[in-house]
Antibody, heavy 121, light 109 residues
Framework: QLHLLESGPGLLKPSETLSLTCSVS??????????WAWVRQPPGEGPEWIGS???????YYNTSVKSRVTISIDTSKNQFFLRLNSVTAADTAVYYC?????????????WGQGTLVTVSS | QSALTQPASVSGSPGQSITISCTGT?????????VSWYQQRPGKAPKLIIY???NRPSGVSDRFSGSKSGNTASLSISGLQAEDAADYFC?????????FGGGTRLTVL
């Protein structure tokens, strides 16, 4: 069964860079059927899709963060990554990684357990 | 502000049926069949329960069903059980961007 696990710092100061890793187990990240996504959820709000990466390295991002975000992938380690520059308090959220089916469809399954990132001075 | 509009809360008694709506526009939800629904229990990650408007992943109870009419999608839950108490989010797709609703909290009385 596929399992995803997020890791990274939980506390950042404004203007710092958020860096998270998603480790995938129970299956290969090098599959042609799926993308791999980052989704965040601010406290008490609905989720927000950040962006997705294909095993070949192609990416697409939400316009809300496109100027600050980079998502990358390392197939040799079965991991993918999120970098978000110049964070502010508005970036405080639980960050999830998920498998993203986007081939003439659009859904996320499964999701990781999530990791809380707080931006505070 | 979410691109998709959901009621903030719904409630029902055990055994009853409820429906949660998700309203978008002809550009997103109304233009295709890429609507999905997620259940999120407190402190847990979202779980996919409906995809492509009406399809249930393996292992999801058939008490959950989805539908769509025009620019509004709906999630119905029949035979309410205490374990159904959770937040429910809809999701759709517009111009390569995935959007989510603000969520509906289901209370089982």
């Amino acid at each position: 069964q596929l399992h995803l696990l997020e890791s990274g710092p939980g506390l950042l100061k404004p203007s710092e860079t958020l860096s998270l890793t998603c480790s995938v187990s129970g299956g290969s990240i090098s599959t042609s059927r799926f993308y791999w996504a980052w989704v965040r959820q601010p406290p008490g709000e609905g989720p927000e899709w950040i962006g997705s990466v294909y095993y070949g390295g192609s990416t697409y991002y939400n316009t809300s963060v496109k100027s600050r975000v980079t998502i990358s992938i390392d197939t040799s380690k079965n991991q993918f990554f999120l970098r978000l520059n110049s964070v502010t308090a508005a970036d405080t959220a639980v960050y999830y990684c998920a498998r993203h089916y986007s081939d003439f469809s659009n859904w996320f399954d499964p999701w990781g357990q999530g990791t809380l990132v707080t931006v505070s001075s | 502000q979410s691109a998709l509009t959901q009621p903030a809360s719904v409630s029902g008694s055990p055994g009853q049926s409820i429906t949660i709506s998700c309203t978008g526009t002809s550009s997103d939800l109304g233009g295709h069949q890429y609507v999905s629904w997620y259940q999120q229990r407190p402190g847990k990650a979202p779980k996919l329960i409906i995809y492509e408007v009406t399809n249930r992943p393996s292992g999801v109870s058939d008490r959950f069903s989805g539908s769509k009419s025009g620019n509004t999608a709906s999630l119905s839950i029949s035979g309410l059980q205490a374990e159904d108490a959770a937040d429910y989010f809809c999701s759709s797709y517009i111009n390569t961007i995935t959007v989510f609703g603000g969520g509906t909290r289901l209370t089982v009385l």
